[in-house]
């Protein structure tokens, strides 16, 4: 098997919880349960996993494979029954073990590219069935080839506390590494003084045989002076804490440059569970006048190995001249809840949302084109959010028959208007955020376009200009039927299933599209099947 994704590794959002098996850039290849046991749940739905089979084991794991094209036939008459019973194409479905059992090595569906997968492949995983926590899949003996080290491609270093200096400087200190003589380190000539109380993260990725892609790396180790000061270990986490890799990474390089780079320390508000050793919670105190030697180690699952090495040199505190005055920050405390109300504005964000105290800031841009009010920089972008925050942005002048047409927008990041949820009620724009950003209240009138594409099967390109997709029916001679939605390719479409309608006669279609605010287009057509 060779692998485009493996366990741990770093995605938006979230920590990727299982393997993605190569399927030679098609679909359709014959997916066999890895063990006995019996099908626990099936899952249909247009983004995430796609369609997903749930299976559980008599030792206690439940094996998940995602993004299939299709189930096995009587798996897949029997979702399609109750696909038609809710009217649903979505559907999440818990089974008992006398519904689906199986054998080891039993067929169960065929890999695919459905949900929000960026190519064919298969994605597997290997849960605890009791919390359904994901496990490294790589530890349960897989024939997958691996004598390829973690490769580490970038440093960056951080001043964490007032008094604290990085060659004279109190900003973040940056720098590709080099390999010498088999260990990294920084480049010839690039020196590093030091004072007060340090961060490390780095770049580092690992490579399996067989494939380019960058893969997560299974233990990061910090050493100071030869004492192990810092260790995680990617064995297992909980759903719940997936999105702590938004504090676990530099967020702000992230968002940047796109670059993933691991913290060697751990933020306040952290909880992920990976952390198994930490010394001052992985924070560097530098506070002699000597050379302190960091030596980073990145291990992979079979057992290769990288190491990281480099010399800080403790440089005295000097007071910088010229030091900005903090006296005029909005500061907001991770464990309180804060609040902020300016202008039309205001937000609620609850205790713990942050990963550490935020030095808040806010300002009124221009209006853009597309939407009503100007727009309202919150926070930074920089900065990431782990639970939601309340934001209302206040609404005047708006035809009170067009309120519910109302919403709040963002720019995305090629500065074009997107959409940011939110509802009118009294008097204002109200919506749940998970990011910080510009926002500004915009309306949405317009309906979805629906283009036909074929006919055999019926193939629609569904769009909306603002407020996304939010509903879709399908009806054949006034019986609703089933249509797929595929979300990232704008895909609707319908298989003729000769016990719905009668072939060789014809028919009439009828399929209503409706956006997130109630627009809702009718597509009619006469064909003949």
Known sequence: MYLSGNF????????????????????????????????????VQANGYGKSVYVNHPSGHTSVYGHLDRYKDDIAAYVKK?????????VDLYLDAETFPLKKGELIAYSGNTGGSSGPHLHFEIRKA???????????????????????????????????????????FSSPVV????????????G?????????????????????????????????????????????FSFNETRYINAHIDFEEHIRHGVKAHRLHRLPNDRLRIYEHLEDNGELRIDEKRSYQVRILARDVAGNKSELSFNISGDPYREMSGSPDAGGKHIMKYNEANSFEKDP?????????????????????????????SFYRIGSEEVPVHTPYSLSILSEGVDPALRNKLLIVTLDEEGKIADAGGEY?????????????????????????????GRNPLKFLITDELSGIDKYDGYIDNQWVLFEYDMKNDLLFHEFDKDKITSNTAHELELYVSDSKGNTSLYRASFTW
């Open 8 to 43: 741990g590794e770093i995605r938006t959002d979230h920590i990727h919880s299982g393997i993605d098996i190569k399927t030679q850039g098609s679909i359709g290849h014959p997916v066999f349960s890895v063990e006995e046991g019996y099908i626990s749940r099936i899952k």
């Open 82 to 90: 109750i696909q038609y019973a809710r009217k649903s194409h979505t």
């Open 130 to 172: 009791t919390n359904q926590h994901p496990t490294n899949v790589l530890q349960y003996g897989f024939d997958i080839h691996d004598r390829v080290a973690p490769r580490f491609h970038s440093l960056f270093i951080y001043t964490l506390k007032d008094q604290s200096l990085i060659n004279g400087s109190d900003e973040k």
């Open 179 to 190: 390999k010498d003589n088999g260990v990294y380190t920084i480049p010839w000539g690039t």
């Open 192 to 236: 590093i003084q030091a004072s007060g109380t340090l961060g490390i993260s780095v770049e580092v990725f690992d490579y399996l045989n067989g494939a380019s892609n960058r893969c997560g790396v299974y233990s990061l180790e910090l050493y100071l002076d030869d004492r192990l000061h810092y260790r995680h270990v990617m064995n297992e």
């Open 345 to 373: 504005v205001s937000i609620r964000i609850p205790k713990n949302a942050l990963y550490q105290d935020m030095d808040f800031t806010y300002a009124v841009l221009p209006q853009e084109q597309g939407s009503l009010t």
């Open 425 to 453: 009620k009294g008097g204002k724009v109200s919506s749940s955020q998970r990011s910080f950003g510009k926002f500004a209240i915009a309306i949405d009138t317009i309906p979805p376009e629906i283009k036909a594409l």
